[in-house]
């Protein structure tokens, strides 16, 4: 198999030698027509690759390709349409342009032939865009039951938590003395920002089963 690279996305083929409009075939990128694709020379360079040019993939290393629509790409999200000038968009760079909280909704691709792909759990996956993409947006299930702070479930329903709070779960109370220290960072969380750090008086967002890791020290 050969491999290569379109706006930073991997593809294989097993043939040795492509076309440009191959290339972008492979990666959904429909019709060829309306990108245009630009060949990796070097850190700084390209060089334009025609439709009908045939490319080399047994040179060393992964070959690395730009394409770029040739104007917006119209794409539909809940019946309206929106214009995007990207070839590839996770689900969430979709939600944040159209302003629905990807936290709160998940979205599902609708192909033709009825084929439906949902990226409920998939909120990275790079997704073709052309001018056929349609998506539905749906409410995400969001239950909690109860988040796990330094190893132990910690009962939490609320779908928000506070810096303080966190620290309450852990230590009962939040000292008032200035020499004491709280620091939080937190996995597993919402999709807008699954991993991270909280400082004092923050509020995020909850995601059921969340893990949190508080400390406490002292300055004195």
């Not at 230590?171 to 020499?179: I, M, Q, R, T």
């Amino acid at each position: 198999m050969f491999e290569f690279k379109i706006n930073n996305k991997k593809f294989e083929t097993e043939k040795s030698k492509m076309t440009g409009s191959e290339l972008l075939t492979i990666a959904n990128l429909l019709p060829a027509e309306d990108y245009e694709l630009l060949y990796k020379v070097n850190q700084k360079g390209f060089e334009p690759i025609q439709l009908d040019e045939e490319v080399d993939l047994t040179t060393a290393g992964i070959e690395g390709f730009i394409a770029k629509p040739y104007k917006g790409v119209v794409i539909n999200v809940d019946g309206t349409e929106y214009e995007v000038n990207e070839c590839f968009m996770t689900p969430n760079q979709i939600m944040a342009i159209v302003n629905i909280d990807a936290d709160k909704y998940f979205l599902m691709e609708l192909r033709a032939g009825g084929i439906e792909v949902s990226y409920k759990d998939d909120v990275e996956h790079k997704i073709a865009i052309t001018k056929k993409s349609k998506f539905i947006s749906y409410k995400l299930d969001l239950i909690i039951e109860y988040v796990i702070v330094n190893a132990k479930k910690k009962s939490w329903t609320k779908d928000k938590i506070s810096f303080e709070e966190v620290v309450v779960l852990e230590y009962g109370s939040v000292s008032n003395d200035p020499n004491v220290i709280y620091t939080i960072d937190y996995v597993k969380g919402v999709p807008s920002k699954p991993n991270g750090t909280m400082v004092k008086g923050e509020v995020i967002s909850v995601k059921n089963k969340m893990i949190f890791n508080v400390t406490q020290t002292n300055r004195s």
